[in-house]
């Protein structure tokens, strides 16, 4: 099968690395779905190809795009999950330690003539 003849494909932001990938006639399409969104402020891909990760191109200022993304805020049970958990890896090993510590010299006490 020829480049021709293969269906269009884009894959935008793999996990392994920063890319777009797709064969020629993928990226035609996404050229052509760019330059609509130039003209037009938004363009709509998936009109133009349906097997890709991109919906929409849109044009949009940084500070407006970084506004629009929602930002991460721990809630209640974000922060006690992360308590507990600090809790059981960190404090509880110690705590575990010394009762080791404290019965062998406990067992050691009784054990003595």
Known sequence: MTDQ??????????PMEDVIVGN???????????DEALENGESDFSQYLEDTSVSNIIISSKRD???SVPQYQAT????????LTFTWFVILPFVAI?????????????NQP
């Open 98 to 110: 010394g009762l080791i510590a404290y019965l062998v010299l406990q067992w050691s006490d009784l």
């Open 65 to 67: 795009f970084l506004e």
């Open 5 to 14: 003849e293969e269906t269009p494909w884009v894959i935008v932001d793999d």
């Open 76 to 83: 209640l049970k974000d922060k006690v999950f992360g308590a």
């Open 24 to 34: 020629r006639s993928g990226l035609k399409l996404l050229s052509k779905a760019i």
